[in-house]
């Protein structure tokens, strides 16, 4: 994910807008596996921040 990032997340189903999409310069999907059917957006949030963070946070300032 790049640096300077906005994260914008659609109910499922029918996710986000048409402007919204059209307005994105990267889309991103998470994989599932096994069983479910879907992943929350708040699950969805969660993963993705994390990823942000790992990416691009100087984790030894921050404490």
């Given at each position: 994910?790049?640096?300077?990032?906005?994260?914008?997340?659609?109910?499922e189903?029918?996710?986000?807008?048409?402007?919204?999409k059209?307005?994105?310069?990267?889309?991103?999907?998470?994989?599932?596996?096994?069983?479910?059917?879907?992943?929350n957006?708040?699950?969805?949030a969660?993963i993705?921040?994390?990823?942000?963070?790992?990416?691009?946070?100087?984790?030894?300032?921050?404490?």
């Open positions: 994910l790049p640096r300077e990032t906005l994260l914008i997340f659609g109910a189903g029918p996710g986000i807008t048409d402007d919204a059209a307005g994105a310069r990267l889309t991103v999907s998470i994989a599932q596996f096994g069983s479910t059917r879907s992943i957006a708040a699950v969805a969660g993705a921040m994390h990823t942000w963070i790992r990416q691009h946070a100087d984790l030894d300032r921050a404490w």
